[in-house]
């Protein structure tokens, strides 16, 4: 009898230990969701704070305002567009890449004697 009582009492304080650690267990996962709930609050209003910054900030008026006071551009006059045949050719010709190559080579070749 008085061993069926030791183990039913160790078997009591057992399960109250466990019960107890389990409590405070699922406490501390609330509170962590809980937080978790509020960073996500937190962060959707930032979000919608940061799209309507952007809203303000890509006005076409504004930027055209920007632009105006900033970069001293004007709007384009007709006397100013010319055709794709009028814009001169940068890119060096063939003939003065070989040349300039010759003339490399040969002052490679003075420097050498």
């Known amino acids: 009898m008085r061993r069926s009582l030791a183990l039913w009492l160790v078997l009591a304080t ?5 019960l ?3 409590k405070y267990e699922v406490q501390e996962r609330e509170d962590q969701l809980d937080l978790l ?3 996500t609050l937190e962060n959707q209003e930032a979000i919608r704070v940061l799209k309507a910054e952007w809203s303000y900030l890509n006005q076409p008026a504004r ?7 900033h970069l ?3 709007e384009v006059r007709v006397d100013q567009m010319v055709g794709v045949n009028a ?6 010709t063939v ?9 490399l080579g040969a002052a490679a070749d003075r420097g050498r004697q």
């Not at 057992?14 to 466990?18: C, E, F, I, N």
């Not at 930027?63 to 006071?69: F, M, N, Q, T, Y």
């Not at 814009?87 to 060096?92: A, E, G, H, M, Q």
């Open 37 to 39: 709930y509020r960073q």
């Open 87 to 92: 814009i001169p050719n940068r890119l060096p």
């Open 14 to 18: 057992v399960s109250g230990v466990a």
């Open 63 to 69: 930027i055209e305002g920007l632009v105006r006071d």
């Open 20 to 22: 107890f650690l389990v």
């Open 95 to 103: 003939e003065a890449i070989s040349a300039h190559s010759s003339d």
């Open 72 to 74: 001293g551009l004007g």
